[in-house]
C-alpha cells in the first residue's frame, strides 16, 4: 500500500505497518490509525503519519537521542491496554516542534508517545514527572 503525503511524498507501507491509537492522539482524537516512519533526509527524526487524514504528519524522535536517563513508569491500566508483554516490544517517542531556528526545535518530553510494536497499538500519556520539559530544546550549545 502507498500514500501520498504532504510533505514527504510517496510513503510505501503495509498492513503490518499500521499502528492503532484507539483513543487517537492528543488534537487529532478522531484519527486512529497512524504510521511511522523515519526521515529520509535526517534518520534522527520520524513521522508519525494519519493514514485517514494525509494532511497530519507528526515530526517526532525518541527522548534517547536527548535524555540518555529518559524513564517513564507505565501505570497497569496502559500496560494492559497496550498489551504489553515485555518491555523490548514498547517502542518511546517524543513529537517535536518544528522552527526555522534551529536553537528553537524542540521536544515533548513530558507526554511521551507509547507503542507496542509487537501487537501495533500505541497512546500518548502525560507524564507528572516535572523534571521533563513540555518544550525541551533538541540542539543544544556545548560548554
Known amino acids: 500500500m502507498k500514500i501520498n503525503t504532504k510533505c514527504h511524498g510517496e510513503i510505501q507501507y503495509s498492513e503490518e505497518d499500521i499502528i492503532t491509537f484507539e483513543k487517537g492522539i492528543p488534537a487529532f482524537n478522531n484519527l486512529t490509525k497512524f504510521i511511522v516512519f523515519k526521515l529520509q533526509q535526517n534518520e534522527v527524526f520520524s513521522i508519525i503519519?494519519?493514514?485517514?487524514?494525509?494532511s497530519i504528519g507528526?515530526?517526532?524522535?525518541?527522548?534517547?537521542?536527548?535524555?540518555?536517563?529518559?524513564?517513564?513508569?507505565?501505570?497497569?491500566?496502559?500496560?494492559?491496554?497496550?498489551k504489553i508483554e515485555?518491555?523490548?516490544?514498547?517502542?518511546?517517542?517524543?513529537?517535536?516542534?518544528?522552527?526555522?531556528?534551529i536553537k528553537n526545535i524542540t521536544c515533548n518530553l513530558r507526554a511521551p508517545i507509547i507503542i507496542n510494536i509487537k501487537e501495533r497499538l500505541g497512546e500518548q500519556i502525560i507524564l507528572c514527572n516535572e523534571s521533563y520539559n513540555i518544550k525541551h530544546p533538541i540542539f543544544q550549545e556545548e560548554d
Open 49 to 54: 503519519h494519519s493514514i485517514e487524514d494525509l
Open 86 to 101: 515485555d518491555e523490548k516490544d514498547v517502542m518511546l517517542l517524543n513529537t517535536v516542534t518544528i522552527n526555522s531556528d
Open 58 to 82: 507528526i515530526p517526532v524522535i525518541s527522548p534517547f537521542v536527548i535524555c540518555k536517563d529518559y524513564e517513564v513508569k507505565l501505570s497497569e491500566k496502559l500496560i494492559e491496554s497496550l
